[in-house]
Every structure is written in structure tokens, then in C-alpha cells.
């Protein structure tokens, strides 16, 4: 039996960059324009994922790994990237460089880690004509890749009626998302000198 698909996505109440500024991901609607992070064009939502999560579910260790969010710390990136904590799933890619990288591959247990437990959890995933990065809060990360992966929403049936034949749709990564070690390492390296920098700031 095929494992169930998992929901990639960001947590109820991150700012994602719109024509109109930074809004809540779950005001945001189909056909309301959002920024792309890869070209700095503004484009029409096609469709919103959502994904309502009970903590109480998640009765073992794998499944807190594969759906409890990663928290990464405002600034844990850059300076001022993100803006505010970001909150999203361990499988959602962030888009450094040229590449797409997980969330839970940047785990440091520090500016970035997996929360422990949540009572509830409520992701949302937006998808575009084609793939691409968006802005949540101030970070470039992937809006929705199809791979086949449509029914770990519950509202996949909404698509399904929208855009009746249209799925699985073919569409082409908007980055490299097989990611050498190397260049895996050197970004887990810059995460975590920016990372013992704020302990050094705090303990001062």
C-alpha cells in the first residue's frame, strides 16, 4: 500500500508578499495576486491547499517528524531573513541560491528546529500556474510542485471541480531541487554561524 501524501505547507497566520503588502496566508483567495521571489512579477493564485492537523494524531515518532512544523528564527537566514519566525512543514522547500532546500534539512535545534507538540495545525499550500518561490514572511520559499501529491489536502476535491481532467498536471521545479552535499553543507554552515552569533548576542 502506497504511504498516504503529506501536506507541505505553511502554518495559519504567515505573511505571504501580495500586490497589497505582507497578508495572512488564510486571507488570501483564488485569483489574488501574490510576488514571486524568482522573477519579482506578481501572479494570479490558482488554487489554495489546506490542511487541518490534531496534535493529538501524531502518536508516534514518525509522524511528528514528518508533520509538526519547523520554526526558523527571524533572521536565521539572513539579516532580516525571515522577518518575523516562520513557522512551516518539515518538507517544504526554502529557496536559497539556485536550489530548493527542505526545512528539515536546516534543523539545528537552535534558529532552527522542529517544535515539539501542538494541539492543532493548519497548513496551507499555494499553487500557481507553474512552480515557483514566493515570499513568506520576507523568505522566499516554494508555492505548490504538483507531484501527485493533491489528495494530503482536504479540499482537494475543490480543484478537482474547478479544473475537471487537469490533474496531476506536469510541471518543471523553478529551482534544482536535488541539492549536492557540498553545497548543502556550506548553506548548514552559514545557518549555523548566524545561529551560535545570536547565542553570543543573547549571553552578552
Not at 501574490?34 to 515518532?61: C, H, K, M, P
Not at 531541487?177 to 553545497?183: K, T, V
Request: charged share 25%; hydrophobic share 40%.
Amino acid at each position: 500500500m502506497a504511504p498516504e501524501p503529506t501536506p507541505t505547507c505553511i502554518l495559519r497566520g504567515t505573511y505571504v508578499r501580495s500586490m497589497f503588502g505582507d497578508v495572512p496566508v488564510e486571507s488570501l483567495k483564488i485569483g489574488d495576486v501574490i510576488q514571486s521571489s524568482v522573477t519579482g512579477e506578481f501572479r494570479a493564485i490558482r488554487w489554495i491547499g489546506r490542511r487541518l492537523l490534531a496534535g493529538s494524531s501524531f502518536d508516534t515518532d514518525h509522524l511528528r517528524k514528518v508533520h509538526l512544523p519547523v520554526r526558523i528564527a527571524r533572521g536565521a537566514i539572513a539579516q532580516g531573513v525571515p522577518a518575523r519566525d516562520l513557522y512551516i512543514s518539515p518538507g517544504h522547500a526554502l529557496l536559497i541560491g539556485e536550489y530548493g532546500v527542505s526545512a528539515r534539512l536546516l534543523i539545528n535545534g537552535s534558529s532552527i528546529r522542529q517544535v515539539d507538540a501542538m494541539e492543532e495545525i493548519e497548513y496551507f499550500h499555494i499553487e500557481l500556474d507553474s512552480h515557483d518561490g514566493m515570499y513568506a514572511e520576507g523568505l522566499p520559499v516554494e508555492t505548490y510542485l504538483e507531484a501527485d501529491n493533491r489528495q494530503a489536502y482536504d479540499n482537494a476535491a475543490e480543484y478537482e471541480a474547478l479544473y475537471p481532467g487537469d490533474d496531476p498536471r506536469i510541471q518543471e521545479p523553478c529551482v534544482k531541487i536535488d541539492i549536492p552535499l557540498a553545497a548543502l553543507e556550506r548553506i548548514r554552515t552559514n545557518v549555523n554561524e548566524r545561529a551560535a552569533q545570536f547565542e553570543l548576542v543573547e549571553t552578552a
